[in-house]
């Protein structure tokens, strides 16, 4: 299934996009090394994906699954990603978020909670 997003916002959410994958967080970066090129269970992972007037940091398509990495900004708008994250789920979408640190100092039982989403699918 596809979500389009308008012509009007994705020419803003585009360049948003690419500076986002070019400029990523540690986090981000260590987490993209763990599941890019299929490595988790055979997987294609995207990052920074649209969806609307979202970006997502790491979208699977197979799984219908988007991963979220949250650093401190995350905590001064909790209500801006309860109301993301009820919208990706009202499209289908199951949402997983890490905060930074545990990308960072637990990365596998970050990688083993995303194996047991994408085994559900």
Same mark, same amino acid.
């Given at each position: 299934?596809? %979500?389009?997003?308008?012509?009007?916002? %994705?020419?803003?959410? #585009?360049?948003?996009?690419? /500076?986002?994958?070019?400029?990523?967080?540690?986090?981000?970066?260590?987490? %993209?090394?763990?599941?890019? #090129?299929?490595?988790?269970?055979?997987?294609?992972?995207?990052?920074?994906?649209?969806?609307? #007037?979202?970006?997502?940091?790491?979208?699977?398509?197979?799984? /219908?699954?988007?991963?979220?990495?949250?650093?401190?900004?995350? @905590?001064?708008?909790?209500?801006? @990603?309860?109301?993301? $994250?009820?919208?990706? #789920?009202?499209?289908?979408?199951?949402?997983?978020?890490?905060?930074?640190? @545990?990308?960072? $100092?637990?990365?596998?039982?970050?990688?083993?909670?995303?194996?047991?989403?994408? $085994?559900? /699918?």
């Amino acid at each position: 299934m596809n %979500w389009p997003t308008s012509r009007h916002k %994705w020419r803003i959410l #585009k360049p948003l996009g690419r /500076r986002l994958r070019t400029e990523p967080t540690k986090a981000e970066k260590v987490l %993209w090394a763990a599941l890019r #090129k299929r490595s988790l269970l055979g997987f294609r992972f995207q990052r920074q994906r649209a969806f609307e #007037k979202f970006i997502v940091d790491l979208y699977c398509s197979q799984a /219908r699954l988007v991963i979220e990495v949250d650093g401190p900004i995350h @905590d001064q708008q909790q209500a801006d @990603d309860a109301n993301r $994250e009820e919208y990706l #789920k009202r499209i289908g979408l199951t949402v997983l978020r890490f905060r930074n640190e @545990d990308v960072l $100092e637990r990365l596998s039982e970050v990688t083993a909670t995303i194996c047991k989403a994408l $085994e559900v /699918r």
